[in-house]
């Protein structure tokens, strides 16, 4: 058990560096939400397998309590989001 422990660790932190960087360089808005959306899932994720191994299921109410607040801005965010202005060729907006 020790082993998938482990590794589902070390997946888990590759891909949360991944996202990171999309995170941080993305070039719109949206891109930047969406990792934000993926950083949640992989901490879902991350607790679920926790829970898997631990066989301790009192940390399972924050899986709902963080689905429930990603889900609420992920919507609130893409309903009231500025759309991205276009960058003119001297790289202004």
């Known amino acids: 058990m020790t082993i998938v422990w482990g590794t589902a ?3 888990f932190g590759i891909a949360a560096v991944i ?3 999309r995170l941080l360089v993305g070039p719109s808005t949206l891109d930047r939400l969406v990792a934000l959306d993926t950083l949640a899932a992989m901490t879902m994720g991350g607790i679920g397998t926790w829970t898997a191994v631990s ?9 709902a309590a963080l689905a429930l607040v990603g889900f609420i801005g992920s919507v609130s965010v893409a ?3 500025v759309p991205d202005a276009p960058l ?4 202004q907006p």
């Open 9 to 11: 660790g070390v997946l």
């Open 19 to 21: 996202t990171m960087y």
């Open 55 to 63: 066989r301790d299921t009192t940390v399972t109410y924050s899986l």
């Open 79 to 81: 309903r009231f989001r």
């Open 88 to 91: 003119s060729p001297g790289g």
